[in-house]
């Protein structure tokens, strides 16, 4: 028996039944996403730029009022890695008010400013701060204050995000110009691809 194709096997068993299950939930012609969250591949994915754990950017905030915030000026790179191919259908940053968050104690409020231009790029896996330029975003975005405070989930469209297995969002400057830019939420939602 190949111990490897059966831990394999089994992950493809999980998927089905996810999908199975979500296509069963389904109304007409409705379309069910999930949180992407749990395919994530968190030894591949990082971020550049940043202070921060990746797994606290994915969390509620309910469940954490931890944030991310970028090291040396005010741009971020977040890249994931997907376990299985996934097709993405919305997006959505969460940025709460710097008083509200719970680990900025030894940067001064004052220098930090939530995101502003947003873009997302798809299966580039060694893209950089460098060479991110030469490329065009497959999905780009200014958000505005009230997107960041209600948690808006904006549509990506379709023919950009199928099978997805890399995804890097860059997050180009913050809301009033300051040093450094913080968030505290990103959600990705789509459906799993099983391979």
């Known amino acids: 028996m190949n111990i490897n194709n059966e831990a394999s096997n089994t992950r493809a068993m999980q998927l089905h039944r996810l999908n199975k299950n979500l296509t069963e939930k389904k109304n007409g012609s409705e379309n069910v996403?999930?949180?992407?969250?749990c395919n994530i591949n968190f030894n591949e994915s990082s971020l550049l730029n940043c202070r921060g754990e990746l797994i606290n950017l994915l969390n509620s905030v309910e469940e954490s009022k931890d944030s991310i915030y970028s090291d040396v000026d005010e741009q971020i790179i977040i890249k994931?890695?997907?376990?299985?191919?996934?097709?993405?259908s919305k997006f959505g940053v969460k940025a709460l008010e710097i008083d509200e968050c719970s680990n900025h104690r030894e940067i001064e409020g004052s220098e930090l400013s939530k995101p502003k231009t947003v873009k997302i790029y798809t299966n580039?896996?060694?893209?950089?701060?460098?060479?991110?330029?030469?490329?065009?975003?497959?999905?780009?975005?200014?958000?505005?204050?009230?997107?960041?405070k209600e948690f808006t989930e904006f549509n990506l469209p379709g023919s950009k995000f199928h099978r997805v297995k890399h995804?890097?969002?860059?997050?180009?400057?913050?809301?009033?110009?300051?040093?450094?830019?913080?968030?505290?939420?990103?959600?990705?939602?789509?459906?799993?691809?099983p391979s």
């Open 80 to 88: 994931f890695s997907f376990l299985e191919p996934v097709i993405l």
């Open 124 to 148: 580039l896996p060694l893209i950089d701060f460098n060479e991110i330029d030469d490329f065009t975003p497959a999905y780009s975005r200014d958000f505005k204050e009230c997107d960041l």
């Open 167 to 193: 995804l890097t969002i860059f997050i180009q400057d913050n809301q009033d110009s300051k040093e450094k830019t913080y968030l505290n939420k990103i959600v990705l939602l789509g459906n799993i691809i």
């Open 33 to 37: 996403e999930i949180n992407l969250k």
